[in-house]
């Protein structure tokens, strides 16, 4: 299966959450040595449960679209949900085949996410 | 066919030795810098000796193994007279040319390094002669020094300024390492130049030259180059994997320490002492990959045939060719780095595309059968002077032609389509 398909694509043209909060209770920076991404995200809490959260940083298609997806999905989430999460949630999430190299993509936007609970 | 490519080399002849494009029909495979396709007659060696006469080396009295031994020992003539060795106990068999360079920094950096003593390398080198040499200076405290590239992707060194060498090269250095040709940019390096100046500087220097991207497209002759080791590997020339070449100047590699201890590489062992065989036995411990190490002969026979210099020239004008058909199709949106003189490179083209992204460039190549390399080509701090954290890489061999680029081409326009 094509894993550049419409959605996808939506995603990394148009990423949702893209950008920075103004002093944000928590934010935490990942990448990827092997192909150069960078992902910083930024969180804001209320109470136990996910208030606002955003990203930038340079990535790929995957990562990005991934990155996308994942802050819409935090938004009012509880911490403990969060951290349930995992790389199965993510493929699942992207609804696409992904090899093992592209599966690092993936994922890096949760190890990011995962930083900030 | 354009006529060039009949002349030198009959394309259609060599693809057919391959079975690989048998089993994967419509392959473009332009990664022959990472490993090189195997023809038919390397496969049937390797099974020739599985399937015949498959005992261990220097061991069995029998005949079986007295056969292998032969073969075995065979390609360490065929290795020594294609290099132009002096005598084939300068040819030590390795995994890979990345463990002959460890081997190096081990058995002879850590015998004739003393702190304060400088080691020299270049900022284009495979990390495999980047890290080991970066380990050993600081753990004796000796001083790491790196040749820098200019704009081109040539070695500073290139350019005869005197000066700039011996803030380079000094008294001190001991080691200069550096690469034939880059795995990255494709820079074929001036070796017998840069040697001999820096030997005129210092004549003690010991010169090693990473080879893995050389051996398999140029001639080499390790006596004209004046080089005193060279590494390469198999995997990379048509050969099996798991075998690699150390070639080293008998007197050097006689005074070196050996780099592992155990079977093969013994003379007598003593409950209070060892004493060991001499070169090339004393540095290939335990069992080698014998069925490899047999085929490897084959594959040399093999570019011995095409002819060296014809595979050269082949893969320069396939080069020059692509680099022309990718900036005339994508002009300024393709950015190709390494060499703008066709005589500087090699078969290698590193390029960034546009904002895309080179896992997404591999990956939807990939979707249309070409195969390419995205990342940093185990060449960190190359790409970091460079200011880009990833590339995307062609890279050619002799059953490459005209039609592969023009694929890479049309596999290039889609991605366009796909990502803008």
Not at chain 2, 143 to 169: A, M, P, R, V, Y
Not at chain 2, 322 to 328: E, G, K, Q, T, V
Not at chain 2, 372 to 398: D, E, N, W
Request: with cysteine; charged share 25%; hydrophobic share 40%.
């Amino acid at each position: 299966m094509n894993i550049y398909q419409d959605i996808i694509l939506d995603h990394y043209h148009h990423p949702h959450n893209q950008g920075r909060l103004i002093k944000p209770d928590k934010s935490g920076k990942v990448s990827n040595p092997l192909c150069g991404d960078k992902i910083e995200m930024m969180i804001d809490f209320e109470k136990n449960k996910v208030k606002e959260v955003k990203f930038h940083g340079e990535g790929c298609v995957i990562s990005t679209a991934s990155a996308s997806m994942l802050t819409d999905f935090a938004k009012s989430k509880s911490k403990e949900e969060l951290k349930k999460l995992n790389s199965k949630f993510i493929i699942k999430m992207l609804g696409i085949d992904l090899g093992m190299t592209r599966i690092k993509c993936a994922v890096l936007p949760l190890e990011a996410l995962h930083k900030l609970l | 066919m354009q006529a060039w490519l009949i002349n030198m080399i009959n394309l259609k002849d060599i693809k057919n030795q391959f079975p690989i494009f048998k089993h994967q029909p419509g392959l473009v495979y332009l990664d022959s810098t990472a490993t090189s396709l195997k023809p038919k007659i390397v496969i049937d060696k390797i099974n020739e000796y599985y399937s015949e006469y498959s005992a261990n080396v220097f061991r069995g009295i029998y005949p079986m193994s007295e056969k292998a031994t032969a073969e075995f020992e065979e390609t360490r003539g065929v290795v020594s007279k294609f290099i132009n060795a002096n005598n084939s106990r300068e040819i030590i068999f390795t995994r890979n040319a990345t463990e002959s360079l460890n081997l190096l920094a081990y058995s002879l950096g850590r015998k004739i390094i003393n702190p304060g003593d400088e080691i020299v390398t270049t900022i284009m080198e495979h990390h495999s002669n980047f890290v080991p040499w970066q380990v050993l200076a600081e753990e004796v405290g000796a001083t790491f020094k790196i040749i820098d590239i200019d704009e081109d992707g040539n070695l500073e060194f290139k350019i005869q300024n005197s000066e700039l060498l011996k803030q380079i090269i000094t008294k001190k250095t001991k080691i200069l390492t550096l690469t034939y040709v880059s795995n990255v940019l494709g820079t074929i390096n001036p070796i017998k130049e840069i040697i001999s100046t820096a030997k005129s500087i210092n004549p003690n220097i010991i010169a090693i030259i990473d080879a893995a991207q050389a051996v398999p497209h140029l001639k080499i002759d390790v006596q004209e180059l004046g080089a005193d080791f060279i590494v390469f590997s198999s995997h990379k020339m048509l050969g099996p994997t798991g075998v690699g070449v150390l070639w080293g100047k008998e007197k050097i590699l006689k005074d070196m320490y050996p780099f592992m201890y155990g079977g093969d590489m013994i003379d007598e062992v003593y409950v209070d002492r060892t004493t060991f065989k001499d070169v090339p036995h004393k540095f290939e411990a335990g069992t080698p990959a014998i069925g490899e190490v047999i085929a490897f002969k084959e594959s040399i026979k093999f570019l011995e045939k095409i002819g060296m210099n014809n595979i050269l020239e082949h893969e320069k004008k396939l080069t020059d060719f692509a680099i022309n058909r990718l900036i005339d199709t994508f002009g300024q949106s393709i950015k190709i780095y390494g060499p703008k003189k066709i005589e500087d490179r090699g078969g290698i083209i590193s390029f960034s595309f546009d904002k895309f992204h080179p896992h997404d460039i591999a990956q939807i190549l990939a979707d249309q059968g070409i195969c390419v390399r995205a990342g940093h080509h185990c060449a960190m701090p190359l790409h970091t002077r460079l200011k880009v954290q990833a590339t995307v890489r062609a890279s050619f061999y002799i059953y490459n032609d005209e039609k592969d680029v023009e694929k890479l081409v049309e596999g290039l326009k889609k991605v366009k389509n796909i990502l803008k």
